[in-house]
């Protein structure tokens, strides 16, 4: 199993929500689970959630009290049964087969992340990439960490990744904080066994005025999050 995490922002997000889920739904990998987190949200998201969980029994909804985007993200993860993890922002979209270019790199048992590369510009996802994606870093916890430091081929954003879910369970999203990506990414790093990053841009990342990448710091800002989760199985040899 595999789990991927996509984020529902609570205002002004019902208008990109349904194009990401269809995103998540017309993955060319098709063995997998979505765990729809409601959290809080005072949109529309809450019924497109339900219409997508009544048309596809692979969708799975949870409404909670607002948590804040680490809250929700926890409890995706503590619900998901997958063997590995995916997060993915509620307002974003991703490539027809970023799932499977990513499973298919986890070819033994102490690979704990494989990476792609995400993009701003929407147009990027429909450049051609070979069936087989080119392998640009593998490596240990060592030189993961070296690599971001170096040459930031090996980035701390939680998207665009695919975790085993055994070491990220171990290591929840520290709750309360701004940017929580950095301060968990580094931990993660940490103590993987080892980790691939492949040539491939399968994930965008929409920047919004609204968005909290966007906005200048406030506490007040981490409140205004849901967050959806989608888990996905995989076959092993």
């Not at 509620?90 to 990476?115: A, G, H, R």
């Not at 510009?121 to 392998?135: H, M, N, T, V, Y």
Request: glycine share 6%.
């Amino acid at each position: 199993y595999s789990s991927a995490a996509s984020d529902v922002y609570k205002r002004q997000v019902e208008e990109y929500l349904e194009e990401c889920l269809d995103s998540i739904q017309c993955q060319t990998y098709t063995n997998f689970e979505v765990i729809l987190v409601n959290d809080g949200s005072t949109d529309a998201s809450k019924e497109i959630c339900e219409r997508f969980c009544r048309q596809d029994t692979r969708f799975h909804l949870i409404n909670q009290e607002n948590k804040g985007l680490s809250g929700a993200r926890n409890r995706g993860m503590s619900e998901s049964q997958g063997e590995f993890i995916t997060f993915v922002d509620s307002d974003d979209v991703l490539k027809e087969d970023m799932l499977e270019q990513l499973i298919k790199q986890v070819t033994s048992d102490d690979i704990d992340i494989v990476e792609c590369w995400y993009t701003n510009d929407k147009q990027e996802l429909d450049l051609p990439f070979p069936k087989d994606a080119e392998i640009i870093f593998k490596g240990n916890s060592k030189e993961a960490l070296v690599s971001l430091c170096k040459n930031n081929m090996v980035r701390l954003n939680a998207v665009a990744k695919l975790y085993r879910r055994q070491l990220i369970i171990s290591f929840p999203f520290l709750e309360g904080l701004f940017y929580e990506d950095v301060y968990g990414g580094i931990g993660i790093l940490k103590h993987i066994k080892k980790m691939v990053k492949i040539n491939y841009i399968g994930y965008y990342y929409r920047v919004r005025s609204g968005s909290i990448m966007n906005r200048e710091f406030n506490t007040k800002n981490l409140d205004s999050v849901s967050y959806t989760h989608l888990t996905l199985p995989t076959n092993r040899e």
